[in-house]
């Protein structure tokens, strides 16, 4: 199965060209002021532009207001707006009607009970995005570089479509995938040097992994 790739908190040019060299289906930019990986909304729409039909452009944004999104839907133009924030069922209804843009909806993960959430946002959000947890005293909602239980999502329908997220890497893609086989997966902290600074060698050998883990007798299991 070739599932979907989607790099997240992209900043320059030169790592947006290798995640795209290399096959990435999603490119994320961060618009939330507090992360080390966000950008402002017009920088982030320049430097989109080589993307546009190549991979999805994902809009992060955390609980935004209706002015916020008005600013990254004018300004990047995005394919989907990516919402991290507590956003009910009935803000994402309004944001998908407001912008008439696919809406994937993250939720942060610990145990069985936290994923029994996503009930009430089925035939609402068009994918979903799975994240860990934020460890105590991060002020990130997402991008800590931490993982969950993986085996949890064993609990889901198969219906729902969604990306693995949260503190995935070359080291634990290859376990994650084989345990999940998720549809779709999303790095971001595990392809940098330092926080917010993406490192195109770090976008090689996840690539790497993740091709390594989906040769044909891996995905077997044998
Ligand atoms: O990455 C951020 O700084 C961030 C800040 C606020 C909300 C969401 C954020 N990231 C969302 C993502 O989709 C990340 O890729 C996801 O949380 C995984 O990050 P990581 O564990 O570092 O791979």
Same mark, same amino acid.
């Given at each position: 199965m070739k599932q979907d790739i989607k790099i997240c908190g992209l900043r320059t040019a030169e790592t947006i060209d290798r995640a795209l060299a290399r096959g990435a289906t999603h490119?994320?930019?961060?618009?939330?002021?507090?992360?080390? #990986?966000? @950008?402002?909304?017009?920088?982030?729409?320049? %430097?989109?532009?080589?993307?546009?039909?190549?991979?999805?452009? /994902?809009? @992060?944004? /955390?609980?935004? +207001?209706?002015?916020?999104?008005?600013?990254? @839907?004018?300004?990047?133009?995005?394919?989907?707006?990516?919402?991290?924030?507590?956003?009910?069922?009935? #803000? /994402?209804?309004?944001?998908?009607?407001?912008?008439?843009?696919? /809406?994937?909806?993250?939720? +942060? =993960?610990?145990?069985?009970?936290?994923?029994?959430? @996503?009930?009430?946002?089925?035939?609402?959000?068009?994918? $979903?995005?799975?994240?860990?947890?934020?460890?105590?005293?991060?002020? %990130?909602?997402?991008?800590?570089? =931490?993982? $969950?239980?993986w085996s949890l999502l064993s609990w889901l329908d198969d219906s729902v479509d969604y990306m693995l997220s949260g503190g995935l890497n070359k080291a634990n893609i290859a376990e994650a995938l084989a345990i999940t086989r998720a549809p779709g997966i999303d790095v971001s902290s595990g392809v940098e040097s330092a926080p917010g600074v993406k490192d195109v060698a770090l976008i090689d050998e996840f690539f790497d992994a993740v091709e390594w883990a989906c040769q044909p007798e891996m995905a077997s299991g044998s």
């Open positions: 490119i994320g930019f961060i618009f939330f002021e507090k992360s080390p #990986r966000y @950008v402002e909304p017009d920088i982030a729409g320049k %430097l989109a532009e080589p993307a546009r039909g190549k991979a999805k452009i /994902v809009a @992060v944004t /955390v609980n935004p +207001s209706n002015d916020d999104l008005d600013e990254i @839907v004018a300004l990047l133009k995005p394919d989907i707006l990516q919402l991290h924030g507590d956003e009910s069922p009935e #803000r /994402v209804l309004t944001i998908k009607a407001v912008y008439g843009l696919p /809406v994937m909806k993250a939720f +942060s =993960v610990r145990t069985a009970d936290d994923l029994k959430r @996503v009930e009430a946002y089925i035939g609402i959000a068009d994918r $979903f995005l799975f994240d860990a947890k934020p460890p105590k005293g991060s002020d %990130l909602p997402g991008g800590n570089g =931490v993982s $969950f239980d």
